[in-house]
C-alpha cells in the first residue's frame, strides 16, 4: 500500500484508509463484530493504516469495535476518532457540544473504548456555533501537552473556521465530504489547506455507494439507512444522476477496473495529501477499494472525468435540512 503524509503533521498513513461508521450504524442495522472485526484486521493485513471512527457511531458501538480489532496491532495503525455531541442517558444524542469540559471527558471515554492511552488524531465532529473555535482548539491543544491525543482535526469546517482553528493549534487534517459529485470545496475550502499544509480527509468518497454503480431506481434503502431519508438518494435523482455515473463507468471499462476504483483514483489524483475514507462491511469491497491506491490516472483522464463532472449539475441536496445545519460553511 502506497501511504500519504497528513499535511505538516508528519503523520504517515496509508493512502486509501477505512472508514469504521458503516459497520455499527448509518446504513442498516448493525452488522456482526465478529465478522466486522474480520474485515478490519484484512484492512490490516491488505496495508491500510487509517482507521476512522467517532463516539457518535453506534454511539460508542462503533469505537469499542475499532479498539477491539486493532488492539493486536496498535502500533502499526492511526485511529482517528471524533468529539462534539452530547447524549441523553438513553445514549441519544441531544445536539452538539464541544465545550472544552465536554471535549476532555469525551478523550478519556474514547481512549477506554479504543483501548490505547494516545489518540492519533481527534477531529471536532462539528462545528458548535456556541462555542469559539478558538476555545476548542485551545481544550485539544492542551490534550496534546498531556500526551493523550497527537494531532487536531476538524470536520465540515468552512475556510474560515480552520483559519481560526489554525492559529491557536496546528490543524493536521479535515474531514469533509468530497467526491466526484460533491466537489464545493475546490472553491475555497482546498486552496486554504493547501495554503495552510492541512491534509483533506475524503470521507464519502463513493457517494454513499452510488459511485460504485451498485445503487439503481430499484434500491431498497432498509431501516436504519440514511440515504432513505437523504434527498441525493430519491428515485427521480439517482435516475438524473446516473449520467455522471456512466462517465466514470466508461473510464473504467477501458482501464479494465470497476467504477469505484475510478472514482477513488480521481480523489487521489487531485492533491498528494488528500485521502479517502471509504468505508464498507465487506471483504470483496475492501479489496476492490484498497487495490485502487494502485490505480494511475493519466492526466487526460482525470481532466476527462473532471471536466464531465463539473458540466454535469448533481440533482438533490446531499443532506436533509436539519443535518445541513449542522455544516459550516
Known sequence: MRTRVLGGSGLEVSAVGLGCMGMTTGFGPASDSTAMTAVIREAVDRGVTFFDTAEVYGPWANEELVGAALEPVRDQVVIATKFGFAFDDDGRSTGLSSHPDRIREVADASLRRLRTDVIDLFYQHRVDPDVPIEDVAGAVAELVAAGKVRHFGLSEASAATVRRAHAVHPVAALQSEYSLWWRDLERSVLPTLEQLDIALVSYSPLGRGFLTGTVDTGTNFGPGDIRAQLPRFTADAIDAN???????????????????????????AQRPWIVPIPGTRSSARLAENVAAAELDLTAAEVDRITTAAGEFDVQGDRYTPAMQRRIDR
Open 242 to 268: 446516473t449520467a455522471l455515473l456512466d462517465v466514470v463507468r466508461g473510464l473504467a471499462d477501458a482501464r479494465g477496473a470497476t467504477p469505484a476504483q475510478v472514482a477513488l483514483a480521481w480523489i487521489l
